[in-house]
């Protein structure tokens, strides 16, 4: 076992930091208060690799792997949990599950642009009554001659409003239940009966924006099914264990952040004619969250490096394991390091408030810690 990272390992992440510190961070408190995403920012990730590094050369990927992937993701994440989250939009979802169960014309129609950071991605699973229960969707789709008729509303998709392309998942036979899916490749700005509106009003990710898309009589070719009719659960499940690591690796970039603000604050602040570091009941939180956080990447890195041994391999119970324990090691860490700002951690001045905002998002998004919990103690008994 060799835990030494390569050097173009290390080249992505070096980078990756650079760019998070010298870029995004300058804007995080002023986006922060007027909730805006810049979508220029996606572009110049794109255009550094940050999304390639999980597909191949041809597709305009860079072939770095998966843990590169992971690594460049905690990197901008522990700057802004919003801009992590467009690693998704990006590459772990719509363009990974396009590499894997797409065709050809789908596979070379989007995936480059998605990449690059010039189309803007989404999927589309949750609606108002489905979340955990993803087979009790309801949004239809009906074939109709050489097209399908897509209707029914998704809820929560990040980036509903902005996407120029998204996997949508709908019914093609609701009898069937979960062996009743498909999944689309949809043109969200081309179609005709697509709609969507901003959710506002979110406690956090702020910058990442979330709405709702509503499908009345849409109408999209048959050529958008990606892999075949009726497998569309498969793929979402597959689409998961990517997106879900993402999201595990953006929790772990957080908890660095909640540390590294903590430690910094600690320092500096002084109570009892001393700084607060030197109290030893301040220490214990900041080596408990250093230590949950170093074991939170390792869960991540070992998934990553599983995925990177065989891409098409269903590490699921491994991906769940980080999933679970990076976000709630990530709510902890936020909760401890806004107690140690005192009432500066109540202010929006300082990052603490954000950050525990944004980890709640964790225990959520891609499937609550409950499920991961399901999926795990499944594995265990199977
Ligand atoms: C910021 C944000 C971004 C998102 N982005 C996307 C996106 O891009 N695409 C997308 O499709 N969705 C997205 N979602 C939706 C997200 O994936 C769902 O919210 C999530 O899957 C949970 O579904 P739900 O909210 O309907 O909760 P529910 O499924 O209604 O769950 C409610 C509670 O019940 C618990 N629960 C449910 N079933 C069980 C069970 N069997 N046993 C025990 N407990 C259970 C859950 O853990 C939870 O605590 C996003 C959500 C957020 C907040």
Not at 201 to 223: M, Q
Not at 238 to 243: F, G, R, V
Request: aromatic share 8%; net charge negative; hydrophobic share 40%.
């Amino acid at each position: 076992m060799d835990f030494r990272l390569t050097e173009e390992q290390k080249m992505m992440r070096d980078t990756a930091r650079q760019f998070a510190n010298d870029v995004i961070a300058p804007i995080v408190a002023e986006d922060e208060a007027s909730h805006r995403f810049r979508p220029e920012l996606v572009r110049q990730m794109g255009e550094m690799g940050f999304y390639g590094c999980v597909i191949p050369e041809e597709y305009g990927g860079n072939e770095a792997g998966m843990v590169a992937s992971m690594l460049v993701t905690e990197e901008v994440a522990r700057v802004s949990a919003s801009y992590g989250v467009t690693f998704n939009m990006q590459s772990q979802g719509p363009a990974l599950a396009l590499l894997r169960w797409g065709n050809e014309e789908q596979k070379r129609k989007y995936i480059p642009g998605l990449v690059a950071g010039e189309l803007l991605g989404a999927f589309a699973i949750t609606e108002p009554n489905s979340g955990s229960d993803v087979a009790s969707m309801k949004t239809t789709a009906v074939r109709d001659g050489d097209h399908f008729v897509l209707n029914g509303n998704k809820t929560w998709i990040s980036n509903a409003h902005v996407a120029d392309v998204a996997l949508v998942y709908a019914m093609t036979d609701r009898a069937a239940k979960h062996k009743g899916m498909t999944c689309f490749v949809v043109d969200m700005k081309k179609t005709e009966g697509i709609s969507t509106q901003a959710i506002e009003g979110k406690l956090g990710l702020h910058n990442s924006p979330t709405g709702e898309i509503y499908f009345e009589d849409a109408r999209v070719p048959a050529s958008a099914v990606v892999g075949e009719v009726n497998d569309g659960f498969k793929i979402c499940m597959t689409m998961l264990d990517n997106t879900r690591l993402s999201c595990a690796t953006r929790a772990v970039g957080v908890a660095r952040a909640c540390l590294d603000a903590a430690m910094h604050y600690a320092q500096e602040r002084t109570q009892f004619g001393k700084p607060i570091a030197d109290f030893q009941l301040i220490r214990a939180d900041l080596a408990v969250m250093y230590v949950e956080d170093e074991a939170a990447r390792l869960l991540v890195l070992k998934a990553a490096h599983e995925k990177e041994v065989d891409p098409n391999v269903r590490n699921t119970m491994s991906v769940s394991v980080a999933k679970y324990f990076a976000s709630e090691a990530a709510v902890k860490a936020a909760n401890m390091g806004l107690k140690i700002f005192g009432s500066y951690g109540f202010s929006t001045e300082y990052p603490a408030e954000r950050l525990y905002r944004d980890a709640k998002s964790f225990q959520i998004v891609e499937g609550t810690s409950n499920i991961q919990k399901i999926i795990i103690s499944n594995h265990l008994l199977k």
